[in-house]
């Protein structure tokens, strides 16, 4: 089994800072694919950023994307936040349990970030 543990979502400032973090425990071969998706209130879950195409160009220039290969840790720098970046965050992985090229997807559990004054 696999899971993915998000933290580092809360409460900030127009302008202020996040950053997320997601941790792929249990049995991790290898990781195929990694990506930070958000669902704002009322609206559909969207990519933001993704280790294999980059970010989103609603977060160009302010968010940046990166993983510890050792760790199996992704991370996503949020800057110069905005309200409309108010949403649930959630990490995805396509993780490979045995050797081979085929891996199997997991969510993590999601992480409110709100950007008010």
């Known amino acids: 089994q696999v899971q993915l543990v998000e933290s580092g979502g809360g409460l900030v400032e127009p302008g202020g800072s996040l950053r997320l973090s997601c941790a792929a425990s249990g049995t991790v071969f290898g990781i195929n694919d990694m990506a930070w998706y958000r669902q704002p209130p009322g609206k559909e879950r969207e990519l933001v950023a993704s280790i294999t195409s980059g970010v989103a160009g609603s977060v160009e220039g302010r968010f940046t994307i990166s993983r510890d290969y050792a760790k199996n840790i992704m991370y996503l720098q949020m800057d110069n936040l905005k309200p409309e970046d108010t949403a649930v965050y959630y990490c995805?992985?396509?993780?490979?349990?045995?050797?081979?090229?085929?891996?199997?997807?997991?969510w993590g559990q999601g992480t409110q970030v709100t950007v008010s004054s």
């Open positions: 995805y992985m396509n993780v490979a349990v045995v050797a081979g090229p085929f891996g199997f997807d997991y």
